[in-house]
């Protein structure tokens, strides 16, 4: 395994463990699947549930629950696709983002001792995360790029 390759595993690993850590912690009061999705919502903007769908590694029936019940929420709307009238367009209400809000700030709570506990130990750590936040926000604006969105080839891929 490369440096390089070490290095963006064990970033995804440890990422991926803190994520899941925040939110077993955190009273988020909306189940995790629906917060996950709000956030990709957030993220993508007016999206048809198959694109929804494909970009959450799901199946198309199984999201299309997941948004039926943020529509009964008042967390999504459908609003007709302007380029196919045959298919909507799943977007976030004020409400789903307000709840999305509510989400992000329970698991940023239940983090914040964490961080406190961390800067006590060792004062200089709050640089150091605030540096590694700044790098994670340039990786994704370089994945956001057009050129990134192909699929790397790998040994698991090739």
């Known amino acids: 395994m490369t440096i390089t390759l070490r ?3 064990d970033l995804l690993r440890h990422a991926a463990r803190l994520n899941r850590w925040a939110s077993r912690h955190a009273s988020l009061g909306v189940p995790f699947a629906q917060a996950r ?10 999206t048809r549930v198959g694109d929804l769908a494909q970009a959450d590694n799901s199946s198309q029936p199984a999201l299309t629950v997941c948004v039926q019940r943020l529509e009964a929420a008042g967390w999504v709307q ?3 696709d302007p380029r196919d009238a045959r298919a909507s367009l799943v977007s976030l209400t004020r409400a789903g983002r307000e709840a999305l809000t509510e989400v992000r700030q329970a698991r940023a709570a239940v983090l914040q ?8 130990r ?9 540096a590694a936040v700044a790098v994670i926000a340039d990786l994704l604006d ?3 790029h057009p050129d990134m969105s192909r699929p790397a080839t790998t040994p698991t891929n090739r």
């Open 78 to 80: 459908r609003e007709g």
């Open 122 to 130: 060792d004062p200089a750590a709050r640089e150091r995360v605030e």
């Open 142 to 144: 370089i994945s956001a």
């Open 37 to 46: 999705l709000l956030a990709l919502l957030e993220e993508l903007g007016p």
């Open 113 to 120: 001792p964490v961080l406190d506990e961390l800067e006590r």
């Open 7 to 9: 290095l963006g595993n």
